[in-house]
């Protein structure tokens, strides 16, 4: 049976739902990689953020925003296959964007697909740029010893990398890096400059480096060099801004290979906020 629109509900997403919305992530954009910790990790940075869409009781599709203030970042937008091309992706956006604009949110900003990028002009956005994805196998090249000026973050300075990372990603995101490190407690790490100042932070995930910011391209490497000495699940991956030149050219040199890229989209507002040029790692499509 094909559902009909009229026939998909919407509720927002819980924790009792991460095994089904793990389900729709796998189904829609395959990988054998569990999604469980990534998704409950998004619910305790944004509880209220997801939305789950059901046919006949039995989930669809679903998508999910955090809001930072200035801006909210959109991800998660997915479709059981089965479903696809009937409308139900177009019900979600629809249904998230309308709320965001009951509530005043100012500016709305995703990364999409190549099929994504053909329905959100649609919808009011417009195209920003690109975001690349890499991928470095299991033998990373050996190079030159971690810097002395790279430490593990502690919790004790999370408010001053709030503040040091404010201006380049554009609004405050202190209960990610606490999400973050939560979860990856001896894999972040801080750069400090001669005067003891921060200069950059990497937080290594088990597939994922990033969130990844760095004032220079040396200290982006430094965070590198010790991200590498780590042991990964498997190929480890960085969604790099195409306007950030330095990453693109320390990425061919550490032998990362492109995957694909993905389109940076906005939605109200009059242009990105923040520095991309030091972002070298976003921490996911969906929490930028």
């Known amino acids: 049976m094909r559902p009909r629109l009229d026939e998909i509900r919407l509720r927002t997403l819980t924790v009792e739902d991460v095994e089904s919305a793990e ?91 190549e099929a994504g990028a053909r329905l959100y002009p649609k919808l009011g956005f417009i195209d920003e740029g690109e975001t690349h994805q890499f991928r470095l196998g299991a033998n990373p090249p ?49 750069a400090r400059d001669q005067a003891g100042e921060i200069a950059g932070c990497l937080f290594a995930q088990r597939r994922r480096l990033g969130p990844w910011i760095a004032r220079t391209p040396e200290v982006a490497e430094d965070l590198l060099r010790v991200a590498l000495q780590l042991t990964h699940a498997d190929s480890r991956r960085v969604l790099a801004p195409g306007c950030n030149p330095d990453v693109l050219v320390l990425l061919k040199r550490y032998g990362f290979e492109f995957v694909e890229t993905h389109r940076r989209m906005r939605r109200g507002g009059e242009g990105l906020p923040g520095r991309r040029q030091f972002v070298f790692g976003l921490a996911s499509y969906a929490i930028g």
């Open 23 to 113: 389900s729709l992530l796998v189904s829609a954009f395959g990988g054998a990689e569990s999604r469980k910790a990534d998704l409950r990790r998004f619910l305790r940075i944004q509880p209220d953020g997801g939305i789950l869409a059901t046919w006949d009781g039995q989930p669809v599709g679903m998508v999910g925003a955090v809001d930072f203030g200035p801006f909210v970042s959109i991800g998660m937008m997915a479709v059981d296959p089965r479903y696809q091309r009937r409308g139900i992706g177009r019900v979600l956006m629809e249904s998230l964007l309308d709320s965001l604009d009951r509530r005043g949110c100012p500016m709305s900003i995703l990364e999409a697909s």
């Open 142 to 190: 050996s190079g030159q010893p971690p810097s002395a000026r790279v430490s593990a973050v502690k919790a004790e300075e999370i408010p001053a990398l709030e503040a040091f990372d404010a201006p380049i990603f554009g609004a405050r995101r202190g209960k990610v890096f606490a999400a973050y490190l939560a979860d990856f407690p001896e894999r972040a790490f801080l």
